[in-house]
């Protein structure tokens, strides 16, 4: 097409403006098309009424069921932006959801998510959406850890597609080496050092014993148990979890050295106390050691990982499909 002089006198303009999007992480608008204090018209108490709800259920750090609901919201930030992009696909109860899914099936927190959006819709109904109520939820999760905040993005939508499979398939598996780790990161459109990063949310994580069996019982045909596991680290986590007599209220913590949001987790690799092989891997493979060593400085890991998790939250969003669900946990009826 042609441009006609108006167009020709117009077209500075138009670059200039252009250029003033997407250059500045500070900026209102963000190249991914979301932006900071989204709500700032038409809901100014969103992100207020979230961290108050956060905090009445996680504002105890010295009461461990405490800490496992802010975890699991720092979790499910996760899930949800691996699987149709951080849509709130996460949320939605049904047959077959992501819900379901065998990787989700230690997931929790989602009332939490229930109780704020129910308290959002009170002030302005069908306004915020259940994707970016999520997103705000996992920081203030990581505050209330004792870890530092960063500016979340809004302007998500809610998606209508939940579906297990695809959670499966989508999400990386704790047996996995570090190319399938990148690999996966990669297809999101992050990076193998955004993954060591986000990784860090390991520093107030806890898993479950269902998932060490491939590590502890059933590694490969010439180990029955991973090697690179201290022998008496292994012992310890074979009491914890005795072949096929596990059961689901036993968890192990991620960071041996701090319950608390902070670098503890690579102080952890570091001493080979990694519980799965996708957090051992990233200081036994020479590729992420060096990141893996910077990061057990604090300071280094809270920025880093704020910036992280601004990369994660931005993965596929909906900006203009989808819609802003009365109840996250179903679609609006028609
Ligand atoms: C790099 C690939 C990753 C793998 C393979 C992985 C795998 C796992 C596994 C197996 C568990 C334990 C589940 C259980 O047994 O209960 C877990 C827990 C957890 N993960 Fe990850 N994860 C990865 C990345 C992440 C990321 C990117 C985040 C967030 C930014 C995250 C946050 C958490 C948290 C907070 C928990 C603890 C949840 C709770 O205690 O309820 N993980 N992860």
Request: aromatic residues 8%; negative net charge.
């Amino acid at each position: 097409m042609a441009f006609t002089s108006l167009n020709i006198h117009l077209l500075p303009v138009f670059v200039f403006l252009l250029s003033t999007v997407g250059v500045d992480a500070g900026a209102a608008y963000l190249s991914n098309g979301l932006q900071n204090d989204y709500y700032r018209h038409s809901c100014p108490t969103a992100e207020s009424v979230v961290r108050r709800v956060v905090r009445a259920n996680v504002s105890d750090p010295s009461n461990p069921n405490n800490l496992r609901f802010a975890a699991g919201l720092v979790r499910m930030s996760f899930h949800d932006c691996f699987v149709e992009g951080c849509d709130a696909s996460v949320l939605l109860n049904g047959l077959g959801t992501e819900k379901t899914a065998r990787i989700n099936k230690f997931l929790q927190s989602s009332e939490i998510i229930d109780k704020a959006k129910q308290e959002l819709e009170k002030v302005s109904p069908g306004v915020v959406s259940c994707a970016d109520i999520l997103q705000y939820a996992a920081r203030d999760s990581v505050v209330a850890l004792n870890g530092s905040s960063w500016k979340v993005q809004g302007g998500r939508r809610d998606g209508c597609v939940s579906r297990a499979d695809s959670a499966d398939s989508e999400i990386p598996s704790p047996d996995l080496d570090l190319d399938g780790l990148t690999a996966s990161f990669n297809r999101k459109g992050l990076s193998r050092d955004q993954m060591v990063i986000l990784s860090g949310a390991h520093t107030s994580a806890a898993g479950h014993c269902e998932n060490l069996v491939t590590r502890l019982y059933n590694f490969n045909s010439t180990h029955a148990t991973d090697p690179s596991i201290p022998a008496a680290y292994a012992a310890q986590l074979k009491s914890l979890c005795p072949q096929r007599t596990f059961n689901d209220s036993v968890f192990i913590v991620l960071d041996t050295v701090s319950p608390f949001f902070d670098a503890g987790y690579y102080v952890t690799l570091e001493q080979h106390q990694g519980l799965f092989t996708s957090d051992q891997i990233l200081f036994d493979d020479p590729r992420t050691r060096p990141l893996v060593e910077s990061l057990t400085d604090n300071k280094l890991f809270e920025k880093d990982f704020g910036e992280a998790m601004r990369a994660m939250a931005a993965v596929e969003v909906k900006l203009y499909e989808g819609e802003i669900r009365n109840d996250c946990r179903m679609i609006n009826p028609y």
